[in-house]
Structures are given as C-alpha cells and as structure tokens.
C-alpha cells in the first residue's frame, strides 16, 4: 500500500496556518448566567469565526454550580461529535468571599468544570480585596481581569502557573496595559479571552492581536500568549483523560 505523505511544502504551509489563526477563548458566558446565548449557539458562533477552542465559564456561587455545571457538560457531550471546535466545560467563580473561594473552585473541578476561571479584582466593579490571592492559592487555571494585581500576587501566580488574562471585555480592560508590561517583567504567563457576554463579543485571531498589541505587549511575544491558551487547553484535555 502506498502511503501518501503530505508535500514538505503542504506541511509547512499546515503549521503556518495553525501559528496564524489558531483562536482559542477559555472565558465565555451564555444564558445559564448574564451571557445572550444558549450554549449551541455560541459555540456554533464561534466555530463560524475560526475558533479552534472555547470554554464556557459562567458566573457561579455555592447557589448555582451545581445547577449549572452538569448542564454544560451534558450540553458539549451531545455537541461533540458534530462539531469542529474543542468545547470544555468551565466557571467563573465570581465575587465570593475570599474564605470559601478554595472549596467552590474544588467543587467545580469535581462537578465537571474542567477550566476554572476566578473573577479577579477589576477596578471596574468592587470585587474583595484578597480575591487575587485566593485565586491564585486555589489553583485557578485562569485569574481573570485581575486589575492592578500586586507584584506579590504575580509571583505567587507564577510559582503556581496560574494564568492571568488580557481581557477584550470593556471596562475589564483598563488595565490590561499595566497586567502585560508587569506579567511579562516577571515572566507570568499571560492569556487571552473574550469575556463574551453576547455574539458581538466574539473576536477573530486578528482582532485579538490587535488587543495584545494595544496592550502594549511586542509583535515578537503575541505568539507566545496564543501558545499559551493552546498549552492551557493541552493540559486539561490530558488531565481529562488521564
Ligand atoms: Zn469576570
Ligand atoms: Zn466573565
């Protein structure tokens, strides 16, 4: 039998597409919080634009991840095999007092949530003082718009890998300048979501890019917090399957 093997050229041309347009976004929201969309919806929408993966990561408290959670996971089962875009169930713990923010991330892990977002200290809205810390503590995957997040909580993030988050949402943006110069001083991995609330809120690799330059963050390192969400997405998947 003869094996019919891509062209060098074939294969180069592969990887320069999947370095270019990979979209990963692993902070979504859809009806099951204050997002617009059910989730076949958005994931469809995404899966429309050129996403390759999406997590949605709804806003939950010890009243609703329990309702919500199973339904996610159900939802992405039955999507799954019809469907061109890795799908992963998710929160986004958000506003809880410091003190219980370690077991709701722990719960939601074990409900099925296999990307863990905590609502970080945005200056936006008066989030707890602590809240970054108590993320990072619990082994979030993601802080998420963690506003003028201290240079103490960064290093602890590192040590921790925990991924802090350029943001595309209003206001939550504020600060993504500040986040991007210091994350990358300290070397604190840094990814990029959208925070979709709604359909418009879906962005395409390009405009993303946009984002992370507006941040203020060199041509040379974009590449490198898009690779970033891609390990990200990586390592769940095995620790899924593990
Ligand atoms: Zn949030
Ligand atoms: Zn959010």
Known sequence: MKLCMPSPLAFTFSLVFLYLFIMIDLHTHTVF?????????????????GYTAIAITDHMDASNLDLI?????????????????EVLAGAEITHAPTEL??????????LGAKIVVVHGETIAEPVRKGTNRAAIEAGADILSHPGLISIEDMLRAKEKHVHLEITARRGHA???GYIAKEAIRFGVPLCLNTDAHSPS????????RKILLGAGIEESRLDSVFENSTSLVDKVLRRSNA
């Open 33 to 49: 919080s204050d997002g617009e969309l059910i989730p076949f919806e958005l994931v469809r929408r995404a899966e429309a634009i």
């Open 69 to 85: 959670i199973p339904r996610i996971v159900k939802a992405i089962e039955k999507l799954k095999p019809h469907v061109s875009i």
């Open 101 to 110: 923010i370690a077991d709701l991330v722990k719960e939601a892990r074990q």
């Open 174 to 176: 504020f600060t993504n």
């Open 201 to 208: 809120d879906l962005i395409t690799r390009e405009y993303a």
